[in-house]
């Protein structure tokens, strides 16, 4: 299919040049094809650009992709099953979809057009708040905790990328990994398997 085609050659031209400076009639053109035929598929820029995001994600990076899916229906211990979702999430292969992700992030911040993105973003910490309810917290109190560990992982992610030093911020997010697991552990019953 034509829109499959196309998603994919826009998917594959975003990830290796970005977005910044990326305009419609350009983005045509590299792919082979017109800004009408990329409109009459996608609806915008913005839209496409979301697509984009979310197939290099689907296609190119699934480990990125799985690792909320493995957290909301791990069934181990918690503190380990949240680490291998950092360790998937930080493995050094997904660096080119989080410089991705984060230039995307940075003007969807901005710019309207972006609202479905921004939903999908804001829409990743779910496993999470699933996984914290099984563990017997609250719905409100789940969702706080799952904020606050997607905001601690993302800022890990960028400090990854503006650093590339892998083994220090491994050691932070494993120490502060350790600090929220103690404090998850202290309102939350122990689940008896």
Same mark, same amino acid.
């Given at each position: 299919m034509e829109r499959d085609r196309l998603l994919r050659l826009v998917a594959e031209h975003v990830l290796a040049h970005g977005v910044t400076s990326l305009t419609l009639r350009g983005l045509a053109r590299a792919v082979g094809s017109n800004n009408r035929m990329l409109l009459y598929y996608f =609806? @915008?820029?913005?839209? #496409? !650009? *979301?697509?984009? #995001?979310?197939? +290099?994600g689907r296609?190119?990076?699934? @480990?990125? $992709?799985?690792?909320?899916?493995a #957290? $909301?229906? =791990?069934? *181990?211990?918690l503190r380990a099953d949240l680490q291998r979702v950092w360790d998937q999430i930080a493995d050094p292969g997904n660096l080119p979809f989080l410089r991705l992700f984060f230039e995307v992030f940075g003007q969807a911040s901005q710019q309207a057009g972006y609202a479905d993105l921004l939903g999908d973003i804001g829409s990743w910490q779910g496993p999470a708040v699933a996984r914290f309810q099984r563990e017997g917290m609250t719905p409100a109190l789940a969702e706080a905790r799952a904020v606050e560990l997607t905001a601690l992982w993302r800022g890990l992610q960028m400090t990854l990328i503006i650093t590339g030093d892998a083994a220090a !911020? *491994?050691? +932070?997010?494993a120490q502060a990994l350790e600090a929220f697991c103690a404090r998850v552990g202290e309102v939350t019953p122990r689940r008896v398997l």
């Open positions: =609806g @915008s820029k913005e839209q #496409l !650009v *979301g697509e984009a #995001l979310r197939a +290099v296609d190119a990076f699934p @480990s990125f $992709e799985n690792a909320w899916a #957290l $909301e229906n =791990g069934d *181990g211990d !911020v *491994g050691r +932070v997010q």
